[in-house]
């Protein structure tokens, strides 16, 4: 289907066609080897702010990193790592314990963690806990994840 078809009027249509692959051509070619330019930044897919907060051997004040993807970017260690392995994971890291599951309630020590921010796009609030066995293990899961070193 052609740019005039797509669009409702005629040469208005390919006025508009035209004007649009200017733009996606001047946007293309901008940022190239003229040093009069910069080339535009695309916001990451995931950026994340991960507070740990109530871990053994980590203080009485929340430790809080952030975690760029795509780029990968922010101050927690081995991002790439962590990148990779969000890119990787299913099913969904960041989903809380479904409702239906049966779980000990047996607290596996304290500590919280708080992901917020976007995830491959979508925006995120979680909380991780170790208040039963399912809630500790998605906590280890996300720790061993993003390779975080806690006490435990």
């Known amino acids: 289907m052609t740019a ?42 995931t950026d994340l702010t991960i507070t740990l907060q109530s871990i053994p051997g980590m203080g009485s004040e929340p430790v809080v990193h952030t975690l760029t993807c795509d780029p990968v970017g922010g101050d927690l260690d081995g991002a790439d790592a962590a990148c990779a392995a969000l890119a990787d994971a299913e099913p969904d890291p960041f989903a809380p314990v479904p409702e239906t599951e049966q779980c000990l309630q047996v607290m596996k020590g304290p500590g919280e963690i708080t992901v917020v921010g976007a995830w491959d796009g979508v925006d995120l609030d979680a909380v991780f806990t170790r208040h039963n066995s399912c809630e500790s293990d998605r906590f280890e899961r996300l720790v061993s994840m993003l390779g975080i070193e806690i006490g435990t």
């Open 4 to 45: 005039q078809a797509r669009t409702s009027g005629g040469r208005t249509g390919s006025a508009l066609a035209l004007a649009c692959l200017s733009v996606v051509a001047v946007a293309a070619c901008t940022g190239g080897d003229d040093p009069g330019t910069t080339p535009v930044q695309d916001t990451p897919t």
